[in-house]
């Protein structure tokens, strides 16, 4: 069963953050896509419907909010391992 990091695209800083919650999903998607698109594609899965709702946080400004809209949560596949390597942008913060 494949296994799903979830993201968020925060709207405070314009940057996907992770929420350190992953899903199974017999058939989810093959690439990064938003809940919204999978959703697309027929019935919910109960998993994926526990992310509306939940609540997130901003890594750089550290505010809280919900997500309630499906088109700002991203399901990331993992490989079958769970090793993921991630490259990951150094971004001076501005003052």
């Known amino acids: ?3 799903y ?3 968020f695209h925060c709207n405070d800083c314009q940057r996907e953050h992770p929420i350190h919650i992953g899903i199974h999903l017999d058939n989810g998607p093959g690439r990064k ?3 919204a698109e999978f959703l ?3 019935s919910t899965p109960p998993q994926a419907m526990a992310l509306r709702g939940h609540k997130a946080v901003c890594l750089k400004t550290g505010r809280a909010f919900k997500l309630d809209t499906d088109d700002q949560i991203f399901l990331v596949p993992t490989p079958p391992n769970g090793f993921r390597l991630r490259k990951v942008p150094l ?3 501005q003052e």
Do not use: K, N, V
């Open 33 to 35: 896509e938003t809940l």
């Open 40 to 42: 697309r594609g027929g």
């Open 91 to 93: 971004i001076p913060d």
């Open 1 to 3: 069963m494949p296994a």
């Open 5 to 7: 990091e979830i993201y």
